[in-house]
């Protein structure tokens, strides 16, 4: 084993305790939580050596780094989720490799993956990113839908052709009620969750919580957590 996998190995076995007692405090089931690892920054050797371990779901926010990547790793049995803010520009691209987009916030990014996803003949899974600090324009600060307008862009995925509505996203707020409050947000983000899936029962995944609040989001309700540093370490960025 080379030291890299060693360290990756140790590490995801780390985060895998904290999801395992994280889920038996708060009285849940270990299956009941899926890690995504957020492979932003890292090169597709590491992805390759999470496979190996047995990791199922990476996540990549930037279109750019995650295109080559996902194409270096096709042979592999990975479902990729793009986490970031999505330009329509790149919808070609991502619908491309990618099995979900987690970032959904407006109506017009639904009709650019809706007609991708039409002509290229695949179904992509799409989560609500929901902005808990959203402005009166009803934007976050890094993207997001405002928690009035889930049921607006809920309804127009669940319509969308090729595409299917799995759930809601948040970010924890670094602004306004919620700032400092991880677990509150990740509370009114499941409450939301049940507001949506009483219009649309098939909504049930919640993703929320990264490496450094992911118990706060699994004792909130969570069902995915997204975690990159705590598994792959600090690596500076790619500019």
Request: proline share 3%; with cysteine.
């Amino acid at each position: 084993m080379t030291d890299r996998k060693q360290q990756i190995s140790a590490n995801l076995a780390k985060v895998e305790e904290r999801i395992a007692a994280a889920c038996r405090a708060a009285g849940r089931k270990r299956e009941e939580v899926t890690l995504i690892v957020v492979t932003k920054t890292y090169p597709a050797d590491d992805v390759r050596i999470l496979s190996e371990l047995g990791v199922r779901d990476v996540a990549e926010n930037r279109d750019q780094d995650a295109a080559p990547k996902a194409a270096a790793c096709s042979d592999l049995p990975l479902t990729w989720h793009f986490v970031g803010q999505l330009q329509t520009n790149k919808v070609r691209s991502v619908v491309g490799y990618a099995g979900l987009v987690q970032s959904v916030d407006r109506s017009r990014l639904v009709t650019a993956l809706s007609k991708e996803a039409v002509r290229v003949g695949r179904e992509i899974g799409c989560l609500l990113q929901v902005a808990l600090d959203a402005d009166e324009g009803g934007r976050g600060e890094r993207g997001g839908v405002a928690p009035q307008g889930i049921e607006e862009l809920g309804d127009l995925v669940a319509e969308a052709p090729g595409l299917r509505l799995d759930g809601l996203m948040t970010v924890a707020p670094l602004t306004g009620e919620y700032a400092g409050r991880q677990q509150a947000a990740f509370e009114r983000l499941m409450d939301l969750s049940t507001d949506l899936r009483r219009a649309h029962p098939a909504a049930t995944m919640v993703s929320a919580g990264m490496s450094a609040d992911l118990e706060q989001a699994v004792a909130a309700g969570a069902t995915h957590v997204r975690v990159g540093t705590a598994v792959l370490g600090v690596r500076p960025g790619l500019g």
